[in-house]
């Protein structure tokens, strides 16, 4: 089994609509989880940090379930401009970032 | 703030030649990845850096890669010989520390292809 899996997309969504990344890890004792956006030929970049409670972020929604071991990511009122690929990352252990392969989405309109 | 620095942008190298790759991390922190990603793939970390210790080395290469960070600053990454399969993005990132809850930030990354 890998670390992370990721759905494996691509998900091709019409602007305005709602789209949620399902993720799952291995490791029951890693700590830290993110979702990091990489626009194509472009280095990764933070979207955001999964709290264990769940957070938000504007139209960005971050979910853990620790018992199941998965983390998910919800995008609503989709934009062109969230046309990326969607990696998930679990922090194993002493910031060792583990990376999923990714989910394409385009946002067509 | 000034980011992460990386260069070269791209390399093109035959088989069996050697390459290195620079980055300079941002300024104050004392952890430094190298990571590689093979297109369609996520980054895959090959090495970390805490100030100019190894805190990872694991997933490297040996027989052929090389890294140091001689001063707990800049770095450089060393492949020699290249194979094929090295052709990836090699990803350079660093945070303040190795705690638990830092997201990395990422340098733009040097694409290699080898022929």
């Known amino acids: 089994r890998k670390e992370v899996e990721q759905d494996p997309g691509p998900f091709n969504v019409p602007e305005g609509a709602t789209v949620a990344f399902n993720c799952t890890y291995s490791?029951?004792?890693?700590?830290?989880f993110f979702w990091y956006r990489q626009d194509c030929r472009k280095e990764p970049k933070l979207l955001m940090s999964?709290?264990?409670s769940g957070n938000e972020d504007g139209r960005f929604t971050a979910q853990l379930n620790r018992a199941s071991q998965y983390i998910s990511l919800l995008i609503r009122d989709s934009k062109l401009s969230d046309s990326a690929t969607y990696l998930c990352?679990?922090?194993?252990?002493?910031?060792?970032?583990?990376f999923g392969a990714g989910t394409r989405l385009t946002v067509k309109p | 703030e000034a980011g992460v620095a990386q260069s070269p942008r791209y390399k093109i190298i035959e088989k069996r030649q050697s390459v290195a790759f620079w980055c300079n991390p941002i300024?104050?922190?004392?952890?430094l990845y190298w990571y590689q990603q093979i297109l369609g793939q996520g980054p895959k970390l090959l090495i970390q850096?805490?100030?100019?210790?190894?805190?990872?080395d694991s997933q490297l290469p040996k027989d052929r890669f090389s890294a140091e960070r001689l001063k707990g600053v800049d770095s450089t990454l060393k492949i020699q010989p290249a194979k094929l399969e090295d052709s990836a993005v090699y990803l350079c990132?660093?945070?303040?520390?190795?705690?638990?809850?830092?997201?990395?930030?990422f340098g733009s990354g040097t694409r290699l292809t080898v022929v």
């Open positions: 490791n029951g004792a890693s700590q830290s």
């Open positions: 850096f805490q100030n100019n210790g190894v805190v990872d």
């Open positions: 990352v679990v922090n194993i252990y002493n910031n060792d970032m583990r």
């Open positions: 990132a660093s945070t303040p520390g190795a705690g638990q809850n830092y997201g990395y930030t």
């Open positions: 999964v709290y264990s």
């Open positions: 300024s104050g922190h004392a952890t």
